[in-house]
Every structure is written in C-alpha cells, then in structure tokens.
C-alpha cells in the first residue's frame, strides 16, 4: 500500500525511530515523512490541529487483542480512519553488545511487546518492566549502564541504537501481527475507493436493543467483521460500541442500516470509510 504520491505529507506515529508504527507508517506513505510523537494522545491531537497531515496508530494485535487507548481517543478526537495496514510483528530480545541471553535479569518494553512474548519471558525468569516504546525501551539500555538490561524491540531499532540482537522470533506465535490505521481529517484519496466502514455507537439501556441494531445489518446482508465494546467515560456503566462491516458507507445497503440505527441508538458516529486491508 505504499504511496509515492504522498511523499510531502508529514505522519505522525507513537514512538521513537525504529518502532514498529514507523513500518507502518512506511508501509501506508513511503519513507521520509514520518514524525514522532511521544504518546497516542500528542498523534491524534497533532493530526486534529493540523501539526501532521495524517497520524498512524495500532488498534488490534492478533494475539493481545484491541489497543484500547485507540479507540477512546476515536471517539475524542474529530479525526476519521482513512486506511488501515497489517504489520508483521517479529520480536527481538537486544542488549548491550557482549551480553548474553543468560547474562540477562530484567527485560524492558511496551507492555504490549512483553504480553506477546510472555512464554519466552516466563523461560527466561526475569523481571519485566513497562516503558511507553520499544524503540524507546531500546534507546533506554543503550544510553544507561544497566548491568543485566535487555530489551524487547525490533531488529531495526537494535541497529539504530546500537545493540546486539542475542534472541530472534520470540513472540509466543508464530503469526503475530498488528493492525494500524491510519487517521486524517480528510481523506488523501491515494488508498482507493472505500470497501469497509467502522462506527461507534451507544444504545438506550433497554431489553434487545443491541440485537435491534445489529439486524438492521443482517436485514441489509452486510456483513459485520468485528464488534468491541469499551465504557462510555461519560458515565458508569455506560458503554460504546464499536462496529466494522464490509461496506463504504456511501453503499445504498449501508445508508439504509445506518439510517435505521438511527432509530436504536443515543449516539452514532461514522469513524471513517476506507480500504480495508487485502
């Protein structure tokens, strides 16, 4: 999905150089555009006011499930998925050069990294720490004497922050993988024509009214690919729901089941229609 003709656009990711969302963001955009920024939060707000012309972030991994801070700032932010891509995520165990597996006692990474590699973490028996990266985490062991310090990142990033890879594949599965969007305030119209759409929407607390707003799609024949729930934040117990089908939303089937849902939510916003990933 890699675009020539978006070379002059600014992308913001969360991260720093050699995190896996940078080979996002060249898979989406080609090189020489992307920005990093410290958290999700500083991404969607820099696209939002318009400091980078789009943002890319992970909301899925296939082993640890949905990236729960993508979709609350979603819904925060006046911003719209434009694309999405999949990126092979192939973790390594790097660290100072001269150090060894058996040399290591405490393991550095974005909690997400560490939960994909737990089994390889548990055989080891050390200590795993949380940081907000794992570029970051590998930038960290580089600058800091930590005798025993290793770090869960990609093998860019240990050569980008001059580390030894002393373990490769160490993600529990063989077929982990990520799933990033990404975001703009206007779709660029370098992904093709859209073929999938994602909504969220929240239901009046009443007996059958997710199942009511869920037929409106089988009654249409779309099919739906993945629905999430996450709290509302605007009140306990209150929850969004979050919903992608194999639609654009301009589709004469998808107005009607929008239009109908119309009728069984409190609240419903179209996120974006785009490409789907291939």
């Not at 006692?105 to 940081?131: I, K, M, P, T, W």
Request: proline share 4%; net charge negative.
């Amino acid at each position: 999905m890699m675009q020539t003709a978006a070379q002059q656009l600014k992308v913001g990711f969360q991260g720093e150089p050699g995190a896996y969302s940078e080979s996002a963001v060249r898979q989406l955009f080609g090189e020489g555009v992307s920005i990093p920024l410290h958290s999700f939060h500083r991404v969607f707000e820099a696209v939002e006011i318009g400091t980078v012309d789009h943002g890319v972030v992970p909301i899925e991994n296939s082993h640890a499930g949905s990236i729960n801070d993508t979709y609350d700032l979603l819904v925060k932010h006046g911003v719209r998925i434009v694309a999405e891509t999949i990126v092979r995520i192939s973790h390594c165990l790097v660290a100072p050069i001269g150090t060894s597996v058996n040399d290591v006692r405490v393991v550095f990474s974005h909690v997400q990294a560490l939960d994909q590699c737990e089994e390889f973490l548990s055989s080891l028996g050390v200590e795993n720490v949380a940081v907000h990266d794992t570029a970051g985490a590998a930038r960290m062991i580089s600058q800091e004497v930590r005798p025993g310090a290793a770090a869960i990142a990609s093998r860019e990033a240990a050569e980008i922050y001059g580390l030894e890879v002393i373990a490769t594949g160490i993600e529990d599965r063989a077929d982990n993988s990520t799933k990033f969007v990404a975001i703009g305030t206007n779709d660029p119209g370098i992904f093709g024509p859209p073929d999938k759409t994602s909504i969220v929407f929240s239901t009046a607390d009443i007996p059958g009214a997710l199942f009511k707003c869920l037929k409106e799609f089988s009654d249409q024949g779309i099919n739906l690919s993945k629905i999430e729930s996450r709290p509302s934040q605007a009140r306990a117990w209150q929850y969004h729901f979050y919903l992608d089908f194999d639609a654009p939303s301009h589709d004469q089937r998808a107005k009607g089941a929008l239009e109908a849902l119309g009728e069984h939510t409190t609240f419903l916003r179209v996120l974006g229609s785009y490409a789907g990933f291939r």
